[in-house]
């Protein structure tokens, strides 16, 4: 149970520091419009947000290839 709680802190850090982040690359938002920074900030959330499932999906996907499932006794 408590590594569900780190999980969620951890996958809530990487979002907002991510979007920070992504926000903050190529001084899109210096000497434009508060418009213009919104939606750039607006965009880089969705971006982030949609990383993090990915990454998850991918991490399971190849975690799936490596391991072998248990196979039942026949009885």
Known sequence: MKTAKYI????????ASGTALVAMIGDVSR???PLQTVFFAFVAAIIAIQ???ALMLLGYL????????????EQ
Request: hydrophobic letters at 50%.
């Open 51 to 53: 990383v993090v499932p």
């Open 8 to 15: 969620n802190a951890l996958i809530l850090v990487i979002v």
């Open 31 to 33: 000497g434009s419009e």
């Open 62 to 73: 190849v975690k799936g290839l490596l391991t072998r499932p248990a196979r039942e006794s």
